[in-house]
């Protein structure tokens, strides 16, 4: 154990996890979407504070917390402001600016730092993305149809007769065989595990990561809790915690070419899609299965996330750059020291349009593709962390300037690196596959907080 490890665990063991205030932590924030899940994204507008407020009110008692949210058998609702929605109920000015920066610019304005150009700029997107109107998502996650469709209705009846209030778009998610998205792999395996929240962990998560790095209140990795808004003895920001949101389109077909093209035959294939992400479509992991899938493995949450790297450290199972080992390096020895907890999101990412066809080459017009939510409490700059660090560069992980396979923007004539004996492969050519189509960051409130957004108390 290294001497910063062993100061670690001192730290660790001398400060006991304060108990989380389990009924004032939206449920979103410590507990899994189901599997299978059906849901709705829902954005809206505050055309007044009154009206801001009054359907604050309405949304407030079915909010779900994490005190309610023992298992995932019934549908919940969550909600999440933009800085320009705090803006619109006419909160105070000083509490405003209380905000982190990133937060109050907004995601469009901080597309430098995001590393969003060309296909990718604000100037791309859909509305209401990036455009200032958008005050105001409300989530429904259900594990079944009729369940959403019954939260679905109690959502809409909070919106209807409002004055002052209009919903901007809806955008339906879910329904996935196996819970896979929109390139067919199954989802939302590999999330961290939260010092003394209450939802099952499972092998392979690691150490809980203190609960103040996602969960504004409670100290963090740090030992101290990370930065409020408002004053502290009574702030607006305890028990919340921000949201990154980020729209994404999903070449499908040209997945589909890129890997008839490099990888051979069907198993090829198959096994050049698993080098690019780091598991199976199954969910098996390469770490655990490195040379054919496994299903019964991908589907096993007590194995299929219980590995490490530190028997591959040159990448001959699961490469240095391949999506999965980018996000979550674990203990690989990178050639840039990084704490890795320091720059974990809780995601709760969900996939819409039709789901994976691999006979599909060219496209069938069909919108496909994945809502990436990323919840902690830095969201908006650990994303701009990645974006410029692990995603768009490949310094940390000794690839220069390779980015990742997945949801990177590549420019002309990219390469992926397969290392391999003797001598390690670079496929060229390799493409965007996900190009963005808008986004924002978010605040969601605790329940407590939400009450006194909805009766201007803040």
Known sequence: M???????????????????ELHDIQA??????????FGTHVLLRFDSAAGGRALLARLAPHVRSAAD??????????????????????????????????FRDGMAQRAERLQDYGPNAPETWEAP???????????????????????????????AGIAG??????????????????????????????EGGTAPTWPGQGRPVKAGEFILGYPGEAGVPLAQPGPVQ??????????????????????????????GDAHGQELLAAKLVGRWRSGAPLALAPERDDPELGADRQRNNDFTYSKDQEGLRVPHGCHMRRMNPRDSKLAILTDVNLHRLIRRSTTFGPPYRPDLFEDDGAERGLFFI????????TMEFMQQEWINHGNFIDLADERDPIVGQQPDGATFTLPE??????????QSFCTLRGGEYLFMPGLRALRRLAGNQA
Not at 3 to 16: C, G, N, Q, S
Not at 238 to 262: I, M, Q, S, W
């Open 165 to 194: 209030v209009t919903v901007l778009g809806s955008h339906d998610f879910g329904a996935q065989p196996d819970s896979r998205n929109s390139f067919g792999y199954r989802d939302n395996i590999g999330n961290p595990a939260v």
């Open 69 to 102: 949210a023992a298992d995932n058998a019934e549908a919940w609702i969550a909600v999440a402001l933009s800085h320009a929605g705090l803006r619109a109920l006419d909160l105070d000015a000083a509490l405003l600016d209380s905000f982190p920066a990133a």
């Open 2 to 20: 290294s001497i910063l490890d062993k100061v670690k665990a001192l730290v660790h063991h001398e400060a006991p996890a304060p108990a989380l």
């Open 234 to 263: 009574d702030s607006i920001g305890r028990n919340g915690t921000y949201v990154v949101l980020r729209k994404y389109h999903t070449d499908v077909a040209a997945f589909n070419r890129f890997l008839r093209e490099h990888g």
């Open 374 to 381: 990323g919840l902690s409490a830095k969201a908006p700059e």
């Open 28 to 37: 979103t924030i410590l507990f899994d979407r189901p599997d299978p899940y």
């Open 129 to 159: 993305y990036g455009s200032g109107q958008l005050h105001l998502a409300v989530s429904i996650f259900a594990p079944d149809e009729t369940s959403w469709r019954a939260a679905m209705v109690t959502a809409h009846e909070q919106f």
């Open 421 to 430: 004996r003797p001598v390690r492969r670079r496929i060229h050519g390799i």
